[in-house]
């Protein structure tokens, strides 16, 4: 075979493959499909986090705001009076409850809790010397609050009353770092208010 015919047979044959149909051209052989293991993984993966975040949620304790709680309480928490009386039924028991009341007040008074002391005063209370109620206030306060410890005692107590009203009267002893007086007589006026004795009108006298 010449080399003509050579070339003219290896032209022919190429013609053929080309006009050939695609669906009689071989396949590309199939690419290996991905193992599907990794992402069952994942997303076992993702719900377990999920899973674990919503417990966790669920599991933790709501705080309380304790600090916001305790300064409401102390704001709004009340002056305790010095003494809550009863309906009494007798004069007696009227005379009895007054007697209690004049306990607290100088309890109060010991104690140098001057905001339960101070409340034993009615607000109709006329201080003495012509002072102002807030003026008195003042002076009681810086009075009673230099002292370290104040010891009082009250003698031959008489106490009478009569329906919302009652009167008091007493010697007393009054001792604080050094500081004595005694033989300090007292008439206190007082009078019922709601469920409160107060004192309406303190009357001193040396003698």
């Given at each position: 075979?010449s ?16 006009s050939?149909?695609?669906?009689e051209m ?9 193992p599907?293991w ?12 999920l899973?674990a ?7 933790t ?9 305790r300064?409401?309480?102390e704001?709004t ?6 003494y809550?009386?009863?309906?009494p039924?007798?004069e007696?028991?009227s005379r009895q409850?007054?007697?209690l009341?004049?306990?607290?007040w ?8 001057l905001?339960?002391?101070?409340s034993a ?5 006329e ?7 807030s003026?008195w206030?003042k ?5 009673l609050?230099?002292y370290?410890k104040?010891e009082i005692?009250l003698?031959g107590l008489t106490?009478l009353?009569?329906?919302d009203t ?5 010697v007393?002893s009054f001792?604080?770092d050094g500081f004595s007086?005694t ?6 006026e ?5 469920e409160r004795?107060?004192?309406?009108k ?6």
């Amino acid at each position: 075979m010449s080399i003509v015919e050579e070339a003219m047979r290896r032209l022919g044959a190429a013609q053929q493959n080309d006009s050939q149909p695609e669906s009689e051209m071989p396949a590309p052989p199939p690419s290996p499909e991905k193992p599907v293991w990794p992402k069952l993984l994942v997303a076992g993966g993702v719900g377990f986090v999920l899973g674990a975040g919503t417990a966790s949620t669920l599991l933790t304790p709501v705080s309380t705001p304790i600090a916001s709680t305790r300064q409401t309480q102390e704001i709004t928490k009340p002056v305790q009076p010095a003494y809550i009386a009863s309906s009494p039924n007798t004069e007696e028991d009227s005379r009895q409850q007054v007697k209690l009341f004049v306990d607290s007040w100088v309890k109060a008074w010991s104690e140098q809790n001057l905001d339960n002391y101070l409340s034993a005063y009615a607000p109709e209370f006329e201080p003495p010397g012509g002072l102002t109620r807030s003026d008195w206030e003042k002076q009681r306060r810086k009075r009673l609050g230099k002292y370290h410890k104040i010891e009082i005692k009250l003698s031959g107590l008489t106490a009478l009353s009569k329906g919302d009203t009652a009167t008091v009267e007493f010697v007393q002893s009054f001792n604080a770092d050094g500081f004595s007086e005694t033989g300090l007589h007292k008439h206190l006026e007082l009078r019922r208010q709601g469920e409160r004795w107060l004192i309406m009108k303190e009357i001193s006298r040396k003698e």
